[in-house]
């Protein structure tokens, strides 16, 4: 279908300008929510695979509390990325990163940057969002056979704490913004694990701290790319507080401490044995991506491979915890 977003019409003189098309205007907000990105909503998938088996597990209730969890996380992040566009164009961030100087970001991405939107607009969708999501997890929370209190308070400190990444308290303006990333992606997974057992097992763990790697390892290429308007507005990533070299190091040791996470968790026992040989494809394909951005010099097409290594290891995890639970 072709994108309407950007299309101008010219209207007669003295005549106001037609109403944006319906499904360009949906469009347009599902930009700004990001919605195409749909990597952090697998962490649910994840947690969904951990108690699917034996046959008969998953009831109507437990399959219930994950739809609406995962519809809420959808709302959250949504609102999440709206606010983060708006901080973005505020402060000319955005404007820079999206600028003429950068041909391989896609301006439509931003319908701010763009002019799709006004700041108005997107600050309404980004609180509607908001305020449904809080309702969804709520209602998580009531569909919940299991109530520890560390889901609950979770629950609420997701919400909350969400809508801090770059609006409010400003987290990653303040240089929490990796840690945070892995973060997000931790507590999409235990939380509505932790509802429907009870507990946190050690593979779970290990498995919501490798998916809240995916994020992070394609946002740090991001702020590879993005380090001038991010040294601009003062958003202290790790690339822009360290030289090229140190970033490069950076990167490199967090994508071998993804890969030492994986191969420490099978020595040991907290996963299966053959939990690393499983996620060898994942772990090579994280080499791959650190040689193209640091090796080749292409930054960006490192970071569309982040997305892949990310929804590999997904697809990985859920294969293993459909073969570690058959057997029980």
């Known amino acids: 279908m072709t994108d309407t977003t950007l299309t101008t019409t010219t ?14 205007r949906l469009r347009t907000y599902a930009r700004l929510g990001k919605l195409d990105v749909y990597d952090y909503y697998l962490g649910t998938f994840i947690a969904l695979s951990a108690v699917l088996l034996p046959a008969g597990a998953l009831d109507g209730r437990t399959a219930a509390l994950f739809g609406v969890f995962l519809a809420g996380q959808v709302l959250l992040l949504m609102a999440m990325t709206a606010f983060d566009d708006v ?4 402060d000319g961030s955005d404007i820079t990163n999206y600028g003429p100087d950068h041909p391989l970001r896609n301006v439509a991405r931003k319908p701010l940057v763009a002019g799709a939107l006004t700041v108005p607009e997107a600050l309404r969708f980004a609180w509607t969002s908001a305020v449904l999501a809080a309702l969804l997890l709520g209602a998580t929370a009531a569909l919940a056979p299991h109530r520890p209190a560390w ?10 704490v969400t809508l801090q990444y770059s609006y409010g308290v400003k987290l990653s303006y303040h240089g929490f913004q990796e ?3 892995v973060a997000l992606g931790f507590a999409l997974v235990i939380l509505p694990y932790g509802m429907v057992t009870g507990q946190a097992t050690g593979f779970l763990l290990v498995q919501a701290v490798l998916f809240g ?19 601009a507005v003062g958003r202290p990533t790790v690339a822009a507080l360290v030289s090229e070299r140190g970033n490069a190091r950076f990167i490199g ?5 993804e890969f030492l996470t994986i191969a420490t968790a099978s020595a ?21 991506q650190y040689l193209l951005g640091f090796r080749t010099g292409d930054i960006m097409r490192a970071r569309r491979t982040g997305f892949a290594v990310h929804r590999l290891g997904v697809a990985l995890m859920v294969v293993g915890n459909l073969v570690a639970t058959a057997g029980r």
């Not at 889901?151 to 909350?160: E, F, Q």
């Not at 053959?274 to 090579?284: G, H, Y």
């Open 213 to 231: 790697f995916g994020p992070l390892m394609f946002g740090v290429y991001s702020n590879t790319n993005d380090v001038d308007g991010d040294r």
């Open 268 to 288: 040991v026992g907290i996963a299966p044995w053959w939990f690393v040989v499983l996620m060898l494809p994942a772990s090579l394909l994280r080499l791959r």
């Open 11 to 24: 209207a007669p003189a003295g005549s106001p300008a037609p109403p944006p098309r319906a499904d360009g």
């Open 151 to 160: 889901t609950g308070i979770g629950l609420v400190v997701l919400w909350v």
């Open 87 to 90: 901080t973005g164009f505020r």
């Open 253 to 257: 040791a967090l994508s071998l401490a």
């Open 179 to 181: 840690l945070y990333l």
